[in-house]
């Protein structure tokens, strides 16, 4: 098997941790996990998703660091030809292909997510939220996600910053852009937790509000909610890691980068609540908002804070960059398998495979205005469908076949040469990835649609 991938390596173990953690966290973690959290509840749903990760993700992640590290190809290829050195069906290939389709339909709403926050750093930055009310903060969402111009534009506008920088390729592209914006997103993070806790008065209701328990709102959905969650906010069960995982030098310990990324990463979901929800409460606003908490609730209480117009600005400017580091994540496994399939150069596979993630996003471009009429699932919007069914269905799912692969199909001999470097907690691992992951996903699956 390739040493190299054809497509460029991470220089270092630094790299790939920066690499992972950058499409880890995202709006998964500043936009989603908030107010997930806050309308189901708080702790309860912190505390399940928190073991989600630790029990389920950081095993599959490492899963699939391994199977990409071992294939060096894109997931689609890596899946077609580990199951042939494996002996297993070709039908394996499907859980390279379920990512990928995956992948399109999470870029097509994370984009226009993702365009909403551009166009928010104007809108904080220009002043107009200063002592703003209710209203105010309402209609200024509501005007910019019911323009189809303006939506469709500033899609338009981040799914052409994701082209360009995949565009350049693995070292050019994607390592020089999370080696410069995963620090910046790091200090800008530290700088909006210090505000919340100083300027605030209400951190503290924050933080018992995301920790302490309270069971009155426990239900298998909100678990099913939690644990897509924890795929979502961990990239994982469509093959961005796997793709990641194939640039990563040989010599690096799976288990220990995996479970750093996920310590990352839940840590900046953390940070995200406790500067979300102490402004919230400072201001008497609702916890339960829904997806509009980041774009309604708090441009309201910045506009309320001192300071609040600059760091409004960056607060947006910080869920950019994250969003960025993520979006070539996703794109990343559909664009290596055109440049492996075609023959051809990254900027046509990046051109294509983007413009084609850009085209699936006009939909949810759409849900807010023209199409908001238009349900597909029960009243989700196309929109809503997507994020439902790949984050809640397709990722767990994608998830349960990479473990029972890595776990059950994989030939061993291939599983231990690429864990030789994680003895210690290798039996730990081998069992959460063959019992406990596929059980645990299974039993909320069966829970929340009996
Ligand atoms: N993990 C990213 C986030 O939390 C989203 C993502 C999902 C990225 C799947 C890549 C693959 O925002």
């Known amino acids: ?124 930055g220009s002043g107009a939220f200063i002592g703003a009310d209710a209203d105010f903060a309402k209609s200024a969402f509501t005007s910019l996600t019911g323009n189809v111009w303006s939506v469709v534009g500033w899609h338009t506008l981040f799914m052409a910053i994701t082209i360009f920088i995949a565009a350049r390729g693995v070292g050019k592209g994607l390592e020089t852009t999370v080696k410069y914006l995963m620090p910046a997103l790091f200090v800008l993070l530290v700088v909006l937790v210090i505000y919340a806790a100083a300027t605030s008065g209400h951190f503290m209701e924050g933080v018992s509000f995301l920790f302490s328990l309270n069971f009155e709102k426990f239900s298998w959905s909100a678990v099913l909610s939690a644990m897509g969650q924890a795929f979502f906010t961990l990239s994982l069960g469509m093959g961005a890691i796997m793709a990641y995982g194939a640039y990563m030098p040989k010599d690096i310990s799976i288990l220990g980068t995996a479970t750093i990324i996920a310590l990352l990463d839940t840590t900046v979901a953390l940070m995200s609540g406790l500067i979300i929800f102490p402004l919230v409460f400072a201001n008497g606003l609702e916890s339960s908002a829904g997806p509009g908490l980041m774009f309604i609730t708090l441009p309201l209480a910045f506009g309320q804070m001192p300071g609040g117009q600059i760091f409004g600005v960056i607060f947006f ?36 495979v983007g413009g084609l993630a850009w085209f699936v996003g006009l939909g949810s471009a759409f849900s807010t205005n023209i199409w908001a009429g238009i349900t597909i699932i029960g009243d989700m919007t196309f929109f809503d469908t997507m994020d439902y069914v790949a984050n809640n269905i397709m990722l767990p799912l994608g998830g349960v076949l990479i473990a029972l692969f890595t776990g059950w199909i994989l030939d061993k001999k291939i599983v231990e040469d690429q864990m030789f470097a994680d003895t210690t907690y290798y039996p730990l691992w081998r069992f959460l990835i063959r019992f406990i992951a596929p059980a645990a996903v299974m039993v909320v699956f069966i829970m929340t649609f009996i």
């Not at 590290?69 to 030809?81: F, V, Y």
């Open 317 to 352: 400017v910080l869920v950019t960059f994250a969003a960025i580091t993520s979006s070539i994540s996703l794109v990343e496994p559909a664009v290596a398998w055109v440049v492996e399939k075609m023959n051809t150069s990254r900027p046509v596979g990046a051109l294509a």
């Open 1 to 124: 098997m390739a040493s190299e991938s054809i497509h460029g390596m991470w220089s270092s173990r630094l790299m790939f941790i920066l690499a992972a953690a950058g499409s880890a966290v995202g709006l998964g973690n500043i936009w989603r996990f908030p107010y997930l959290a806050g309308e189901n509840g708080g702790g309860v749903f912190v505390l399940v998703y928190v073991g989600c990760i630790f029990l389920i993700g950081v095993p599959i992640m490492s899963a699939e660091i391994l199977l990409g590290r071992a294939g060096r190809q894109s997931p689609i290829n890596t899946m077609r030809e580990l199951a042939a050195t494996s002996g297993a069906s070709r039908l394996w290939q499907g859980v390279g292909w379920m990512g990928a389709i995956a992948g399109f339909m999470i870029l097509s709403f994370y984009a226009v997510i993702a365009g909403w926050a551009i166009s928010y750093i104007f809108q904080m």
